[in-house]
């Protein structure tokens, strides 16, 4: 409990299994260790219960109530007296500890269902811990975020910064503009030239001001100026640049940069003040421009708004925040110094409140489903982990009797049979889904680049052929106007002469950098002047960064080419694959929840389904010839149903035969005890015989003893008789006996 909450409230991994594409290594050391964890508290749980003496349990079912409503008392007391997830975490070792003892006392019948609920047990602690304390570690977060007083910084912009100061006072354009008579016209073309030049792409989220300033003394701040007065006093100067951090009075915040050039014997400063827009509205700019060096913002993975007298100054996010704070601030006391929370739209919006000021911080809220996501990929996590052990155990001990049971095979069979076929479905879903998604762009592209060509049409139709080059340094019409429709359309464009050279382009910092030439695609330009294709669509590659890349030719009103227009998609990629995520991330997280459904069903069905021949073989394992038999009822008509009936035949051919047998064998032990009586009866009437003959021989020879003879042969006979007497006593005994079943 303490190893995993420390894990994960006090360290930056990600653990929300619910978006699998955002995981990394650090993720997968993350949940190695829930896995270990997990596994001490099994084998702990089984050593406790293994010292447990099991005779003292005579009533399992009331011990087993008792010990339930022992532990829901025991972790109620922890909570109450520490926290929810102390509670939670003793309440999930006590019941480890219970299903260990369960499993022995029921001397391991029905381990297969114990150890699933221990699993989905240590499943659903962990979602537990990893939901709630990510949870808290976010709201600690957005309260740190509303408390700071100002916006935060834009580590890009302060990234591209660092290459903009060193350029601007040496450039050779800027100093012949400055060097021509100081009126409208030259003063326009350095803002523009400065803008286009220096401030395009990346800044159109930010207001572009420029003004010069004079110093008679050679020095900034001996200028009275608004600009100085907020540079000098607000500003905080920015490493690496000439730029400086302004913080602006309604809590915005500024880059200001002045630069010092002269002119003659004159001391100019061109002051550059950028102003972040309250709500940007401009075309995604290329990761590929953007240098690795760049720390992640604070504001990442939240939606963030900035209010100023009710009026909205600020927002980054995608969250469509109103203009007024009225619907944040309502429950709030006049000017409350306090931070509160609210939950709308299925987002948690935390409120900072303060002298006119509101700050708020929304996230995406935590769901009911998003948790049965994050349990259903813990526990295949789980069963992978088990199943893989089990396999190697098995491979292991060929001889084990459990690789050979019915059980075993079926759930094996079930369970890999549904996680086939779930992994069949789930695949064939996934590109399914992505190859409409494709065709889906494809459309949206042919359908961009023919409104952009009516737009060309409207401005350029008349034109009778673009005499003008691109050039790095000069800023033409045609770059204004591509510029602009850039903005108005929300995708780059380029415009190609008939032979191939660049005429204008909305993104020249691209091709400053030297990422991407100026001539238009060779491929693209073959498909037209060959092929004659109307239009040409193919996957273009800057190093290992692929785009999607659309070209079509420019006629004007006279029916004669004149141009190339091209829409190069810099800026798709990275949304493609974002978008492409999260489908393939639903798709996933659904069938995953089914797949642990099915697996527990898998389970269920399975050992439903050799209960009766568990019984069956229970009953064989009774059975003792000459007792009663007693029969299985199924009333089933599958083949378990006929296995039961041959069974329940079985058991009366048995009872009949015991009957027959126990019969002969009566009969057979009367014949014994008849020939034993015989001969019992025969022993004593020998001596009887010889004794009357010897008393007639004395009687016929006139023996003068016959008085002693005749009281000597009925003493004889009256024992004899005696011995008679005993044997029938005894057979009338036997025969009074109760009949053997």
């Not at 070209?551 to 006279?558: A, Q, R, V």
């Not at 089933?636 to 002969?664: P, T």
Request: some cysteine; hydrophobic content about 40%; glycine content about 4%.
């Amino acid at each position: 409990y303490a190893v995993t909450r420390r894990l994960v409230g006090d360290s930056k991994i990600t653990f929300q299994l619910t978006n699998i594409m955002e995981l990394d290594i650090f993720s997968c050391s993350g949940f190695l260790i829930v896995l270990l964890l997990t596994a001490s508290v099994i084998y702990s749980a089984m050593m406790i219960a293994r010292w447990f003496d099991y005779s003292i349990i005579t009533k399992w079912l009331r011990c087993v109530l008792i010990y339930l409503a022992c532990a829901l008392a025991v972790s109620l007391l922890v909570w109450v007296c520490v926290d929810l997830l102390a509670g939670i975490g003793v309440l999930y070792a006590l019941l480890m500890i219970g299903a260990a003892m369960y499993l022995y006392c029921r001397h391991f019948d029905t381990h297969t269902y114990i150890y699933i609920f221990m699993l989905l047990l240590s499943a659903t602690f962990f979602c537990l811990l990893i939901t709630i304390t990510t949870e808290q570690k976010a709201d600690k977060h957005c309260v740190g975020l509303v408390s700071s007083p100002t916006d935060y910084s834009d580590p890009v912009a302060e990234l591209l910064l660092e290459g903009v100061s060193d350029k601007i006072p040496a450039d050779q354009v800027v100093l012949e503009i400055l060097s021509q008579s100081e009126n409208l016209a030259p003063f326009e073309r350095l803002r523009d030239y400065l803008q286009h030049q220096y401030f395009s792409g990346y800044w159109t989220r930010y207001y572009f001001r420029v003004k010069l300033l004079e110093s008679p003394t050679g020095n900034f701040t001996d200028i009275s100026d608004p600009f100085v007065k907020a540079l000098t006093t607000r500003g905080v100067p920015l490493a690496k640049t000439e730029f400086s951090l302004v913080t602006n009075s309604d809590g915005t915040i500024s880059y200001y940069a002045p630069f010092k050039v002269r002119i003659g014997g004159n001391t100019l400063f061109i002051c550059i003040a950028l102003d972040r827009k309250v709500v940007p509205q401009e075309l995604g700019y290329p990761s590929l421009l953007i240098d690795s060096r760049v720390k992640a913002s604070a504001l990442d993975g939240v939606d963030y708004v900035r209010y100023h007298n009710g009026e909205k100054i600020s927002q980054t996010g995608s969250y469509n925040y109103d203009m007024s704070d009225r619907a944040f601030v309502k429950d709030f006391d006049g000017d409350s110094d306090t931070i509160r929370t609210m939950n709308t739209d299925g987002y948690i919006h935390t409120v900072y409140h303060k002298a006119g000021n509101t700050v708020v911080v929304s996230r995406k809220e935590v769901t009911f489903g998003d948790f049965v996501i994050q349990l259903a990929y813990l526990y295949m996590i789980y069963i992978f982990i088990v199943g893989i052990f089990l396999l190697v155990r098995l491979l292991a001990n060929r001889d084990s009797n459990y690789r050979h049971k019915i059980k075993t095979r079926l759930i094996l069979s079930i369970t890999s049979l549904m996680l086939f076929s779930f992994i069949c479905i789930c695949a064939g879903t996934v590109y399914s889904n992505t190859m409409k998604f494709r065709a889906q762009n494809s459309k949206e592209m042919e359908e961009k680049v023919s409104s952009v060509y009516v737009q060309f049409e409207q401005t350029c139709g008349d034109t009778l052929a673009f005499n003008i080059r691109w050039s790095p340094t000069v800023v033409s019409e045609m770059d204004d106007v591509v510029t602009k429709m850039s903005h108005a359309f929300f995708t780059d464009i380029n415009l190609y002469g008939v032979e191939g050279e660049m005429i204008a382009c909305s993104r020249p910092e691209i091709f400053r950098a030297g990422l991407v030439g100026s001539r238009i695609d060779r491929t693209a330009l073959q498909s037209f002047t060959v092929d004659r294709k109307s239009a040409f669509s193919h996957e273009e590659c800057i190093g290992i960064m692929k785009f999607a890349s659309t070209y079509i030719p420019f006629y004007n009103h006279n029916d004669t080419l004149i141009a190339y227009i091209n829409l190069p998609y810099f800026t798709r990629p990275e949304e493609l694959e974002r978008e492409l995520s999260t489908i393939m991330v639903s798709i996933l997280n659904l069938y995953v929840v089914l797949m642990m459904i099915s697996i527990l069903l898998g389970v269920v069905i399975s050992e439903r389904f050799v209960q009766p021949i568990k019984l069956i073989q229970s009953k064989i394992e009774t059975i003792e010839l000459g007792k009663n038999y007693e029969k299985i009822d199924y009333d089933r008509k599958d083949e378990l149903g006929q296995l039961v009936a041959e069974y329940n035949k079985m058991v009366d051919k048995l009872d009949e035969s015991a009957k027959l047998l126990a019969k002969g064998e009566r009969e057979s032990a009367w014949r014994e005890m008849a020939k034993q009586i015989a001969h019992e009866i025969k022993n004593p009437l020998t001596p009887m015989k010889l004794s009357i003959q010897f008393l007639t021989r004395s009687w016929d020879s006139q023996n003068p003893n016959f008085e002693s003879v005749l009281n000597k042969v009925s003493s004889t006979l009256i024992q004899q008789i005696d011995t008679l007497s005993s044997i029938a006593t005894g057979f009338s005994n036997f025969a009074k006996l109760p009949q053997p079943d």
